[in-house]
């Protein structure tokens, strides 16, 4: 089998899906399209899809106090919740009947967001310098923000399996307060919660016909 005829041939009907569709992140699930060996149905959702939550919430990452002045002057962040997820943008099951592996390339797009609720507007920038660095998590967009990221990806799928192929976002939820110290006493408070993208991921997972 020529793998590369293939590859080229999938990314173009794959492409079709989506342009049919209206929109890159409409909502798609034809019947099976049979290119070679493969046989494929497509999902590419409008609205990603938000699962695998992980709480990774630390004991350092929830502590009251972090560093401030000599006079415990300052804003901190004293976050209580940090999930991990993923926003799943397109799916894909495929199946190989044949006797060797095959590749499957696909145009996919992703959306890169950072949205919430982080205090004052006339705050934001510092108010999230703070919010990120006690996440330790690097956001791709500015506050506010969202886009569409488009790009080819490829998946090489098992000769006698069933493959679903993901791709999308890696996300962080979190939320907390931002806290104004003054001499060790509080004297402001602003309720966060935050969401944002922070780089793409993508998956495969097989099962034997």
């Known amino acids: 089998m020529n793998i590369k005829m293939l590859s080229i041939t999938t990314v173009l009907l794959s492409s079709l899906v989506v342009s049919g569709a209206g929109s890159a992140f409409a909502v798609s699930q034809g019947e099976p399209i049979k290119i070679g060996k493969l046989k494929i149905v497509e999902h590419v959702y409008e609205?990603?899809?938000e699962y695998d939550f992980t709480n990774a919430?630390?004991?350092s990452d929830s502590s009251k106090i972090a560093p401030l002045g000599n006079d415990?002057?300052?804003k901190v962040y004293e976050q209580s919740k940090k999930d991990l997820y993923k926003s799943k943008s397109y799916e894909a099951d495929i199946e190989n009947d044949s006797n060797e592996n095959d590749t499957f390339s696909r145009k996919v797009t992703r959306k890169t967001f950072l949205t919430g609720k982080i205090g004052a507007?006339?705050?934001t920038k510092v108010n999230w310098r703070i919010i990120e660095?006690?996440?330790g998590i690097s956001a791709e967009v500015s506050f506010g923000e969202?886009?569409?990221?488009?790009?080819?990806?490829?998946?090489?799928i098992p000769k006698r399996t069933v493959t679903t192929v993901e791709y999308g976002s890696k996300a962080v939820k979190t939320t907390g307060n931002l806290v104004e110290y003054f001499q060790g006493r509080v004297v402001d408070s602003n309720y966060v919660n935050v969401?944002?993208?922070y780089k793409e991921?993508?998956?495969k997972k097989s099962k034997d016909l």
Do not use: C, F, I, R
């Open 133 to 135: 660095g006690k996440v």
């Open 195 to 197: 969401k944002y993208s």
């Open 57 to 59: 919430l630390t004991k």
């Open 146 to 156: 969202e886009d569409t990221v488009e790009t080819t990806h490829s998946w090489v």
């Open 121 to 123: 507007e006339a705050e």
């Open 201 to 203: 991921y993508s998956s």
């Open 72 to 74: 415990m002057t300052g």
């Open 47 to 49: 609205n990603p899809v």
